[in-house]
């Protein structure tokens, strides 16, 4: 078996996988019934999806190119860094400013103090109102 139809099947393999994960991502993202069920979207699948389609992109131009593609690399490393960094934030400002929820995703979470919990929106302090 020649050597590049196996790494044509292994880039195939990650476009392909990547496509389906950012889809299913998607779905998730439209179809979850409140903010916290569809934070998982864009931060388990869709991430997962733009990894493997980034990974196969670096296996490509590093086979056409004759040389290490370094950028594919460093954008998915930064991407799986800030995406749950990211997800984290957005879910404890939504806990913070007590967003409706669906009764299977309730409870207390553990994690917050009373102090930290708001009856509503804080204002900016430089706007007063």
Not at 5 to 24: D, R
Not at 59 to 74: A, C, D, K, N, V
Not at 77 to 92: E, R
């Given at each position: 078996m020649n050597f590049y139809v196996l790494l044509e099947g292994v880039?195939?393999?990650f476009l392909i996988a990547g496509g389906i994960f950012a889809f299913i991502g998607s779905?998730?993202?439209t179809l979850l019934r409140d903010f916290y069920m569809r934070l998982h979207g864009p931060t388990?699948?869709?991430t997962l999806g733009i990894g493997c389609i980034l990974i196969g992109s670096m296996f490509y131009f590093s086979t056409t190119q004759g040389q290490p593609i370094i950028q594919e690399l460093l954008i998915t490393l930064f991407l799986f860094i800030t995406a749950p960094v990211s997800a984290h934030l957005l879910a404890k400002t939504g806990l913070h400013l007590k967003l409706k929820h669906v009764p299977k995703t309730g409870g207390k979470p553990l994690e917050l103090r009373h102090d930290e919990v708001g009856e509503k929106p804080?204002?900016?302090p430089?706007?007063?109102h």
């Amino acid at each position: 078996m020649n050597f590049y139809v196996l790494l044509e099947g292994v880039i195939s393999f990650f476009l392909i996988a990547g496509g389906i994960f950012a889809f299913i991502g998607s779905l998730g993202m439209t179809l979850l019934r409140d903010f916290y069920m569809r934070l998982h979207g864009p931060t388990k699948a869709t991430t997962l999806g733009i990894g493997c389609i980034l990974i196969g992109s670096m296996f490509y131009f590093s086979t056409t190119q004759g040389q290490p593609i370094i950028q594919e690399l460093l954008i998915t490393l930064f991407l799986f860094i800030t995406a749950p960094v990211s997800a984290h934030l957005l879910a404890k400002t939504g806990l913070h400013l007590k967003l409706k929820h669906v009764p299977k995703t309730g409870g207390k979470p553990l994690e917050l103090r009373h102090d930290e919990v708001g009856e509503k929106p804080v204002l900016h302090p430089d706007r007063g109102h």
